[in-house]
Each structure stands twice: as structure tokens, then as C-alpha cells.
């Protein structure tokens, strides 16, 4: 059972590159969400989906963009990816409202 | 926005110790998570709070939910080398599609 699994692990960019990290879970959950994590500093909420077709944007929205594929999959799209950029990204799921968010092991991205 | 104050910052303590860390909110909550990360990986919840006044055990870990709603605590027993990892708080509405703030962090360091 692998939960939350995110590709890639780590990625090095230059200053406008675009890319998409992508993350999909195995749980059958409804809701899906992306954080950032810098560091000395907590998760950050970016974009979420609280059921497939509809997304929402968190607390740090701008630059990036999201697509919930399908109940399993939720993309994140760089589109013109900056330094500020840099950073560690989660991808997390859970069934429903009050329910469990299971985080994935993270994307490491570097822009340089 | 909300904004959660995770306190202390580091810790290092000896195997054997207690520890004791606390989260404070500038507004309520109905629900509280404490959540362990190790290097590497993603947050794992540790224990989830759903009530006021509310006192959960988790093994070694005791977790309580304040009364005001606006704060909570984790106290960890008599600490092993693998409580090391940097330990969070989040703060959640359980109607609020699941998004979850969370603090910045409390850094465990446990010499043997």
C-alpha cells in the first residue's frame, strides 16, 4: 500500500523554467492538498481539491497553478519557476472533512 | 491571516527526559494536530484533538486541547533517541475543507 507517493524526489531548476510535480494516492480519498516548506518554518498551504473537479487556493497561491486529474491524481504546475520557488513541496490527502491527512515523502526543488 | 506560535523553537535534552512544547492561535479552532517529521520525509500525525479540554495518550505522548480552543500542548516521557525529529502543531476547522495552519516548528534533540 503505498499512501501518497510524489515524483519527482528532487529537482534543479533555472530561474523560468516551468515543470509540474505530480502526486497520487492509492486511499480513495476525496480531498487532496500541496504545501510548501521552508526552512525553520511550517507547511504552507498553496492549492487544494476537497473533492475531484474542484480546486481552491490556499495562503500562498501565486506563481502556481493545479489540476485534479482525477480522484487519484493532483498536479502542481510551475509555469515560470523563481528563486522563491525553492523549496520543499507536500502532497497530502484525506478521506473526508475531520478525517486524517496522509502527507507524501516530498519534492526537494531548487531554482537557480 | 491565522497564525500559530509554536514554542519553543529547539530543544536538547538527555535520553530520560520529559519535554513539553505548546502551541498558542490568534484565533480558535475546533480541531488540533501534533504531527512528527523526521529528515526526509513527510509530517506523520502523532495525535488528533477534537474537543475542548480534551486529554489524549498516544504511548509516551499526551496531547491537550485548551480550553479557550486558541491553544494546545504535547508532552513527550521519558525521551528515547528516536523522538528526534522536528515536531508540529496545526490548528483546523473541520468544516473548512480540511486545510489545516501550521506552526513553525519544535526541533527535538535527544542525546544518549
Known amino acids: 500500500n503505498a499512501g501518497v507517493t510524489q515524483t519527482p524526489k528532487f529537482q534543479v531548476l533555472k530561474t523560468g523554467q516551468s515543470m509540474t510535480l505530480q502526486c497520487a494516492q492509492d486511499m480513495n480519498h476525496n480531498s487532496m492538498y500541496w504545501y510548501r516548506q521552508d526552512p525553520g518554518m511550517g507547511l504552507r498551504l498553496i492549492y487544494y481539491s476537497a473533492s475531484e473537479g474542484t480546486t481552491d487556493k490556499g495562503e500562498v497561491p501565486n506563481g502556481y497553478n493545479v489540476s485534479r486529474l482525477n480522484k487519484r491524481e493532483f498536479s502542481l504546475r510551475l509555469e515560470s519557476a523563481a528563486p522563491s520557488q525553492t523549496s520543499v513541496y507536500f502532497c497530502?490527502?484525506?478521506?473526508?472533512?475531520?478525517?486524517?491527512?496522509?502527507f507524501g515523502a516530498g519534492t526537494r526543488l531548487s531554482v537557480l | 491571516g491565522q497564525q500559530l506560535n509554536q514554542s519553543p523553537q529547539s530543544m536538547f535534552i538527555q535520553e530520560g527526559e520529559d519535554v513539553s512544547m505548546n502551541c498558542t492561535s490568534s484565533?480558535?479552532?475546533?480541531?488540533w494536530l501534533w504531527y512528527k517529521q523526521d529528515p526526509g520525509e513527510g509530517p506523520v500525525l502523532l495525535i488528533a484533538?477534537?474537543?475542548?479540554?480534551e486529554l489524549t495518550s498516544n504511548g509516551r505522548l499526551t496531547a491537550q486541547f485548551g480550553i479557550t480552543r486558541k491553544d494546545s500542548f504535547l508532552n513527550i516521557s521519558a525521551s528515547i533517541p528516536s523522538d528526534v525529529g522536528i515536531y508540529f502543531c496545526?490548528?483546523?476547522?473541520?468544516?473548512?475543507?480540511?486545510?489545516?495552519?501550521f506552526g513553525d516548528g519544535t526541533t527535538l534533540t535527544v542525546k544518549p
Open positions: 496545526a490548528g483546523r476547522w473541520s468544516t473548512n475543507a480540511g486545510k489545516s495552519t
Open positions: 497530502a490527502s484525506m478521506a473526508g472533512l475531520g478525517n486524517i491527512q496522509y
Open positions: 484533538l477534537y474537543k475542548a479540554g
Open positions: 484565533s480558535i479552532f475546533n480541531t
